[in-house]
């Protein structure tokens, strides 16, 4: 018998009867019996598997699949450097409260510090960065006094899954990532043993906190960063208030959205709000941030999975939940709050009319006309359009438009993703983005988790993803998908100019050498994309002009996809 399968069995079986449904995992010597344990359940139909070869891009795809369940998900590992390459993703969910549980396997505590082969101190490898950190003794069974009615096991793992379950979707506090690190002795696997039928249970519901009720008076503006959610929309919406609502928020729909915000912060406008009420983590913008440290804002600002935004002053609110009280809602329908919010949407759609990237309409009525030369100006504008070449304002128009409420759109963090921000109108579509510390770190391995999760039993959509070269070139080993793993349709869209022209709107560009700065602020490339998708067996297409780039968009050439959008020298 192994002690270790025995355990982690019973681990795996007690994270699945609360809600655990999704197992990460990379090959390796220590974790054999979690990674078997986990082959096993899968086939069960108790678990869903993906294994990956690079931790890191397991993590990340881990990741994605928390982002888009809510709920936590396992990421099992081998010890040493297989642990610390599982940092970037651990910290982004810290920073976003996403709900990952690290089953890092170790080998005893008495190996450590002995210069023992792949040991090293993982207890703690992970710093603030989890919401809870076990140690975990090595497995041994049966117990003296049995702690797992199932196995007689110690240590216990029911009570080690409760835990984990719990301090990772915050019963008492913000959600997060979780580490428990696993102790295993030789023999590190054996016989699968015999349980119970599993009971498939869900997270116990969580009780919200009582509303803090907003009242009339202030001129108020709802700030709906990342991870808001619909909550923001509802709130603007009641209130009868002007709703800023970032990209990936989950709140940019509705009549009361202001897309041309960041013009209208930096004009006059701006100057009379005098309350904001703030969900989730604006990050895309510098006129937010400024409009939250203006000390003369009252600030009301409600809890989210992520950090709290918490600017320096004292006129600052934390609340759990926000509600429009029934006189504020009353408040709403009168002649001063509705002028408050007409001078917002008017601005904004004035202000979208001026930075419009798109070419004139055509005359859609000149097809039926009896005129030949207005049907001959109408087929010329036709096959200018077709044929115009493609700006990043007109990429991100195209790729919003193609995406659809069954669909995903995971956006890098690139210039692309302020694009998008800054021009895309209102629509209700799930939209994830890695924004709790804005890393380029992952973003195809995390869209591919997304991907995964939203695309069960047999969904239709396709996750989009958005993202620039060097974001891509970041995360290579995510397009490795192993023989036997399952292939979602995910579609790269990849904006190429040969490097990181972000930083060329920075007030470094204008100081810097020339050379110095090309080489260690934009670090040029000039990978072949083509060959890149080719060795990960991706199918790849490249556009170079609008109708090209809606062809590819509407009718991806296989369910793994990339498309290339060159861009400045790259075209």
């Known amino acids: ?74 990421i099992v590992t081998t010890s040493g450097t297989a642990v610390g390459n599982l940092l970037p993703a651990v910290m982004e969910a810290h920073h976003s409260g996403v709900p990952l549980i690290v089953l890092s396997a170790d080998r005893p505590a008495e190996l450590r510090g002995t210069g023992a082969n792949q040991t090293t101190w993982q207890p703690g490898i992970f710093g603030a960065f989890v919401r809870l950190e076990l140690d975990v003794e ?28 719990d301090a990772a979707l915050g019963r008492e506090g913000m959600p997060g990532p979780v580490h428990l690190n696993l102790q295993f002795r030789e023999p590190l696997s054996g016989a699968f043993p015999e349980l119970p039928a599993t009971n498939l249970g869900d997270p116990a519901p969580s009780h919200p906190a009582l509303a803090h009720a907003l009242e009339p008076g202030p001129r108020t503006v709802v700030v709906a960063g990342d991870g808001a959610g619909a909550e923001a929309e509802e709130l603007a919406h009641a209130g009868g208030w002007p709703l ?12 009361n959205l202001i897309v041309a915000y960041r013009a209208l912060l930096a004009g006059d406008l701006a100057a009379h709000v005098e309350r904001v009420v703030v969900f989730g983590h604006p990050t895309l913008s510098r006129e937010v941030p400024a409009l939250l440290a203006r000390p003369d804002v009252q600030l009301v600002v409600v809890a989210s999975g992520g950090e709290r ?56 009525e000149a097809p039926r006309s009896g005129d030949l030369g207005r049907r001959r100006e109408y087929a010329k504008a036709e096959l200018a359009a077709a044929r115009a070449s493609i700006s990043r304002p007109v990429l991100a128009l195209a790729v919003w438009r193609a995406t659809w409420p069954h669909d995903r759109l995971v956006l890098g963090a690139s210039r692309l993703i302020r694009e998008v921000d800054k021009i895309v109108p209102g629509k209700k579509i799930t939209v994830h983005a890695n924004r709790g510390l804005a890393g380029i770190d992952g973003t195809a391995s995390t869209a591919i988790g997304v991907a995964l999760a939203s695309q069960t039993d047999a969904k239709g959509g396709i996750t989009r993803v ?12 995510g397009l490795l998908i192993g023989d036997g793993e399952r292939r979602p349709r995910v579609q790269l869209i990849v904006a190429n100019d040969g490097g990181g022209t972000i930083f060329d709107s920075l007030e470094v560009a204008a100081t810097a050498d020339p050379d110095a700065f090309a080489r260690v602020m934009r670090t040029p490339q000039s990978v072949s994309i083509e060959q890149l998708a080719a060795a990960y067996g991706w199918s790849y297409t490249r556009v170079s002009t609008r109708a090209e780039l809606d062809r ?19 075209q």
């Open 1 to 74: 018998m192994s002690p270790a399968t025995d355990f982690s069995v019973a681990l795996l079986t007690h994270l699945a009867a609360r809600g655990l449904r999704h197992v990460v995992l990379t090959p390796g010597s220590r974790s054999q019996a979690l990674a078997l344990a986990a082959a096993e359940l899968d086939r069960r139909g108790i678990l869903d598997l993906t294994v990956r070869v690079d931790e890191r891009s397991a993590a990340f795809t881990a990741l994605g699949i928390a982002r888009e369940t809510g709920l936590p998900v396992a």
């Open 552 to 570: 590819a968009l509407t009718s991806p050439a296989g369910p793994l996809s990339i498309v290339e959008v060159p861009f400045g020298e790259m």
């Open 466 to 477: 958005l993202l620039g070269d060097l974001t891509l070139l970041h995360d290579v080993g």
């Open 244 to 255: 800023i609502a970032e990209v990936s928020s989950g709140a940019r729909f509705g009549p």
């Open 309 to 364: 935004i918490t600017p320096g002053h004292d006129g600052r609110m934390l609340v759990d939940r926000v509600e429009a009280s029934a006189e504020a809602i009353a408040a709403s329908r009168e002649p001063d709050a509705r002028a408050w919010l007409g001078r917002w949407v008017m601005a904004s759609r004035h202000q979208l009319e001026l930075d419009d990237p798109e070419l004139p309409a055509p005359d859609v």
């Open 138 to 165: 090595p497995p041994s069974a049966p117990a003296a006094e049995p702690v797992d009615e199932a196995l007689g096991l110690s240590p216990d793992p029911e009570t080690l899954a409760t835990n984990a379950t």
